[in-house]
Nanobody, 125 residues
Framework: EVQLVESGGGLVQAGGSLRLSCLVS????????IGWFRQAPGKEREGVSC????????YYADFVKDRFTISSDNAKNTVYLQMNSLKPEDTAVYYC??????????????????WGQGTQVTVSS
């Protein structure tokens, strides 16, 4: 059974930091691109970042460049999203997802096959 489990969300003040983790099991980790997405109330799900577990290439949406960093520990089948300089508009449920040999030229939720349950990130002003 494929499982993706997010952790690390919480409440933080604007300007603060959080690190999200995505623990992946039940699939060949090195064959997948892991993406991070977010969905705020009343808004569509949007792609934040992704990382190819096979070659380490990454992609960031413009609105998180220079603030968020995606990384992985392949030995632990875990992908991280380090979020710095958080803004109230970053408030959302954050999801990780897996795409078989997915592209890192962009991140589109329609391409992803497996999803976690999400973790809430709330940034207060």
């Amino acid at each position: 059974e494929v499982q993706l489990v997010e952790s690390g969300g919480g409440l933080v003040q604007a300007g603060g930091s959080l690190r999200l983790s995505c623990l992946v099991s039940g699939l060949s980790f090195d064959d997948y691109t892991i993406g991070w997405f977010r969905q705020a109330p009343g808004k569509e799900r949007e792609g934040v970042s992704c990382l190819s577990s096979s070659d380490g290439s990454t992609y960031y949406a413009d609105f998180v460049k220079d603030r968020f960093t995606i990384s992985s520990d392949n030995a632990k089948n875990t992908v991280y999203l380090q979020m710095n300089s958080l803004k109230p508009e970053d408030t959302a449920v954050y999801y990780c997802a897996a795409d078989y040999f997915g592209s890192t030229w962009y991140v589109d939720h329609n391409d992803y096959d497996y999803w976690g349950q999400g973790t809430q990130v709330t940034v207060s002003s």
